[in-house]
């Protein structure tokens, strides 16, 4: 059971430059979301989605795009990078809130580390 | 809307030493807490959650926690601190019925010989 899994580890961009981080989860959750992380200010959400076909902002969307095609992928998208998206990069996945009474927890990947140049 | 702050964004123990880190949270709705560790460039491990039933939760590596309603806190302790808890630690917040989770700023913990 591989868990979340994200790719790349670690990725230096131009501004300007566009990505998409990679993200997957094998333990068929539908909630799944992702976050930055920077020094002093938590985890941030930037993204989140619900199910299949079903995306919504988190407190930080701009700059950012995703899409969820499967239940399993949910790829972040930085169409233009600018050195302020220098951050470390979250996936998480964790059972709906519909289904209270599972695992209330959200699961992480290992983290994308990006710098922007 | 729902909201952590944690007193303290680094804490130093000597091993052996009790550690405590503080988490107070803010929700219209009982909440779920939680208690996450992070390692140096590693994603983030539960320590231990609250959701409902008994108030003092044990998690994992000898840490425990106990929320209290009345002061909105879900203090993080251990009685004795070693070398390998030396970590970042974030306290969440998730209201039932809610999926979306909020973290605090994130204690580092730091422990001396």
């Known amino acids: 059971n591989a868990g979340v899994t994200q790719t790349p580890k670690f990725q230096v961009l131009k501004t300007g430059q566009s990505m998409t981080l990679q993200c997957a989860q094998d333990?068929?959750?539908?909630?799944m979301s992702w976050y930055r992380q920077d020094p002093g200010m938590g985890l941030r959400l930037i993204h989140y989605?619900?199910?299949?076909?079903?995306?919504d902002q988190g407190e930080v969307p701009n700059g950012y795009n995703v899409s969820r095609s499967t239940t399993e992928d949910f790829p972040l998208r930085l169409l233009s990078a600018a050195p302020s998206q220098t951050s470390v990069y979250f996936c998480?996945?964790?059972?709906?809130?519909?289904?209270?009474?599972?695992?209330?927890?959200?699961?992480f990947g290992q983290g994308t580390r990006l710098t922007v140049v | 809307a729902q909201s952590v702050t944690q007193l303290g964004s680094h804490v130093s123990v000597s091993e052996g030493a009790l550690v405590l880190l503080r988490c107070n949270y803010s929700?219209?709705?009982?909440?779920?807490l939680f208690w996450y560790v992070q390692y140096p460039n590693q994603g983030l491990q539960l320590l231990l959650k609250?959701?409902?039933?008994?108030?003092l939760v044990k998690g994992i590596n000898g840490f425990e926690a106990e929320f209290k309603k009345s002061e909105t806190s879900f203090h993080l302790t251990k009685p004795s601190a070693h070398m390998s808890d030396a970590a970042e630690y974030f306290c969440?917040?998730?209201?039932?019925?809610?999926?979306?989770?909020?973290f605090g700023a994130g204690t580092r913990l730091t422990v001396k010989p």
């Open positions: 929700s219209s709705v009982p909440p779920y």
């Open positions: 969440a917040v998730r209201r039932a019925g809610n999926n979306d989770m909020r």
């Open positions: 333990m068929n959750h539908e909630y």
């Open positions: 998480a996945s964790s059972y709906s809130s519909n289904w209270e009474g599972k695992n209330t927890e959200a699961f």
């Open positions: 609250y959701t409902t039933g008994a108030t």
């Open positions: 989605s619900v199910g299949a076909g079903i995306t």
